[in-house]
């Protein structure tokens, strides 16, 4: 039965380097921003070093190739501090992905080592001091009584970032913000279930599927993500405005309407051709920007419609077009005069309300797009709105 | 905390990590990653997944006895197992088949001659039950060996055979996969402890996924072409050749009075002609063995090598596309023509971004639009 523990485990931890490593060889830079794609390469990589200390403990600890036992005891104490830095590499991508206080300040990231710090020296001590574990005589490995003070030190890397996920959730205003942090929230549940069977049931290969499993479901988020977001301004996409008009459709009622506002660029094509593509797509990421910041007040979705076109999905009636107008008109003029721009530019917003299910979003945007139109032509011949 | 204790409890732990794995999977599966049948075909079997890795937990839990049961019960749990992992490796092929030929895959025949073999490993599983021994469960590895090798074999013929690079790729792929899964069989009738084939079937079905949910983040939704999000990744790597001699020409092409069609007779004609559009650019792409893609809007990209005929006369492409689309036009029954007008540029190595080639692009495109339909041309930027 021994040789077959060994076995499954040594399967197992192989299975999930293959896991991890197939993941990290599909990142490519799409994958988020900048900073994400390091933290996320950076925790696949961590992982995969535990990965081959917990492979080489084994070997080495249950005489699968016979080593001297200062070996032994080294191996050890690796495999056992490897699992510090996998958890403090993934509270910091949680911590990342949840845009906090602690991802942008210097001192709070620093402070945040100290755990992996502390546990460091306990586990290099052990070798003298039998502080965290030791090996007995019979060649059995134990637990020193420092031991739980190096759980804490890994774990609690863990309990932090899944409480602090949670908290956001909580305290999110917006459904689609506390959506995404639960979001998150899901892809840490093989860490949190591992770490919770470490602490009752011991080391074992249930840790290496644990962070495979958030691995792998963070991963899938954030190709979602790519899938559903426009390359040039962030902004959700065509794709996902289809889906989340679909699905807020069934509730469509005349007491719960859902209002869908069409906002193009005045004159984009003039703009595109007097000072060229590249400034006409900073003057769309502008717009998307300023949307963006709108956003957190809105029950709904803002999405990127097309060439200059977006879309604002909202429920109910609260949010008029006019007053989107001009808030957005506001925003763009105090970015472009703030990234000194060579012009100013506006733009036009007309909406529509949804009252029946029986509408479809290409309905929804014909209409608002008429109304639109309607409203420039109104607004260069000087006449009042229609 | 015996051996047996931990064997059993890493072999649960590591059923309930497939299994929620291949949930996600399932859960996470849309409409828009392929055709009606092949998203039923991936459903299907990723439930039948879970179904095995439970049954498989059962038979290693009673053969290490971890869990009393009677032999009679253990051969029945192994032809249970031997058995899903039979239909597993059916339903694979039976996809692999669906990727790699439409036509030979929608063909009844085809499908029930595939299930030949899962037919003879069921009365073979049957006379195991019944004779209530192990007799014959040697079928098992045969059987599952036999699908993949026939989805490896016509995989590697699609590869040679293929014109474009998304289908090399896509073959290599099935390739790849194939010979993980005939690994893992062979390593799981060696020493039958080990989760070989769960984890193995499991990192297969991840990798057909990834890919999936990738070629949904590089294609464009409507027409299915690259997007632009791709056309960039591809048009900067042509650059990147191009300083190492490879000469490539960017078509840069545009529907002659989108707009108008689209007023006149609506939104969901307007999208057929960029269906048909889009056909024709594969034609094209296929014949030029080029790249192909949607700009954005009514707008879309070729790329091709330049070959000396193209030098000559790079108009030939632009002639090649408008012919193609005359006739798909007339098969799909448009009510209107569709023509596109197109400016080229040859990717330089003095180009720092797909930009570069794209504006010289556009400069003879605009120049040409003006000489076809005079100065007020509706454009979209």
């Given at each position: 039965m021994v040789s077959r523990y060994i076995c499954i485990y040594l399967f197992v931890d192989l299975a999930c380097a293959i896991f991890a490593g197939s993941l990290l060889l599909q990142v490519g830079e799409d994958f988020g921003t900048k900073d994400e794609v390091d933290s996320f390469r950076r925790l696949s990589i961590v992982f995969l070093i535990y990965l081959v200390t917990d492979v080489a403990w084994m070997v080495s600890g249950y005489d699968i190739v016979s080593l001297p036992r200062a070996c032994d005891y080294v191996l050890c104490g690796l495999s056992l501090f490897a699992l510090s830095p996998v958890y403090y590499c993934w509270a910091a991508y949680v911590e990342l992905r949840l845009d906090s206080r602690i991802s942008h300040s210097r001192a709070a990231r620093v402070l945040s080592r100290v755990p992996m710090a502390v546990m460091l020296v306990i586990v290099v001590s052990s070798l003298f001091t039998n502080a965290a574990f030791f090996i007995d005589d019979q060649g059995l490995y134990q637990h020193g009584p420092l031991y739980w003070v190096t759980l804490v030190c890994s774990v609690g890397y863990v309990a932090f970032a899944t409480a602090h996920t949670l908290r956001n959730a909580l305290a999110a205003r917006s459904r689609t913000k506390r959506d995404r942090y639960l979001d998150l929230a899901v892809c840490g549940i093989g860490p949190v279930i591992a770490s919770a069977l470490l602490l009752v049931v011991g080391s074992s290969v249930i840790t290496s599927l644990g962070m495979t499993s958030a691995i792998f479901l963070v991963f899938c988020a954030c190709q979602k993500d790519s899938i559903y977001s426009d390359a040039l301004t962030g902004l959700n996409n065509r794709r996902r405005a289809d889906e989340f008009f679909e699905s807020r459709l069934s509730l469509v009622s005349n007491e719960r309407p859902l209002s869908v506002m069409m906002c193009d660029v005045d004159k984009f094509k003039s703009i595109n051709d007097t000072y060229g593509h590249d400034v006409g797509d900073k003057a769309l990421m502008l717009v998307g920007a300023s949307l963006k910041d709108m956003g957190d007040d809105i029950d709904g979705l803002i999405a990127r419609w097309g060439g200059d076109e977006f879309l604002v999905i909202s429920q109910g009636e609260g949010l008029s077009a006019e007053g989107v107008e001009s808030r957005l008109n506001a925003s763009i003029e105090r970015a472009c005069e703030r990234d000194g721009l060579p012009f100013s530019f506006r733009v036009s917003v007309g909406g529509t309300v949804c009252r029946e299910p029986s509408m479809s979003l290409d309905d929804a945007t014909l209409a608002a797009d008429r109304v639109l139109y309607q409203h420039k032509h109104a607004r260069t011949r000087g006449g009042a709105t229609a | 905390m015996s051996f047996s204790f931990l064997y059993s409890y890493t072999y649960l732990g590591t059923g309930a990590f497939c299994a929620a794995v291949a949930f996600v999977l399932a859960y996470g599966l849309?409409?828009?990653?392929?055709?009606r049948r092949e998203i039923i075909c991936m459903k299907s079997l990723l439930y039948l997944y879970v179904v095995f890795v439970g049954l498989d937990l059962l038979c290693r839990l009673g053969e290490s006895g971890v869990v009393a049961m009677p032999e009679s019960r253990e051969i029945a749990l192994s032809c249970a197992d031997s058995l899903a992992a039979g239909i597993i490796a059916y339903l694979w092929t039976l996809y692999a088949e669906m990727r790699l030929s439409a036509r030979l895959s929608g063909a009844t025949w085809f499908r029930v001659a595939l299930a030949a073999p899962l037919v003879v490993l069921a009365v073979a599983l049957v006379a195991s039950f019944t004779s209530r021994s192990y007799d014959y469960l040697v079928e098992r590895p045969l059987a599952i060996a036999l699908y993949i090798v026939l989805a490896v074999v016509h995989a590697l013929v699609v590869i040679v055979r293929a014109k474009t690079s998304s289908r090399r790729s896509e073959g290599a792929l099935i390739v790849g996969l194939g010979i993980v899964l005939l690994l893992v069989a062979v390593l799981n009738s060696l020493a039958t402890y080990v989760p070989f084939m769960v984890l193995g079937m499991l990192w297969s079905l991840v990798m057909v996924y990834v890919r999936l949910q990738r070629a949904r983040i590089f294609n464009d939704a409507l027409t299915g072409l690259n997007n632009r999000r791709r056309a960039d990744d591809y048009v900067s790597q042509q650059i990147a050749r191009s300083r190492r001699q490879e000469k490539t020409l960017m078509y840069l092409m545009d529907i002659d009075g989108f707009k108008r069609i689209n007023d006149t007779y609506g939104h969901l004609e307007g999208d057929r002609a960029l269906k048909v559009v889009a056909g024709a650019l594969r034609r094209a792409a296929g014949n030029y063995d080029g790249f192909a893609a949607r700009w954005g809007g009514d707008e879309f990209v070729l790329v091709v090598p330049e070959s000396p005929a193209l030098a000559e006369n790079p108009d030939e492409v632009t002639a090649f596309v408008n012919s193609a689309l005359a006739l798909l036009a007339r098969d799909e029954r448009l009510p209107f023509e569709v023509s596109l007008t197109a400016g080229y540029a040859a990717i330089e190595p003095s180009d720092r971004r797909p930009r570069d080639p794209l504006r010289r692009a556009d400069a003879m495109l605009y120049r040409r639009k003006r000489e076809l339909h005079g100065p007020a041309t509706p454009r979209l930027g």
């Open positions: - | 849309s409409p828009d990653m392929g055709t």
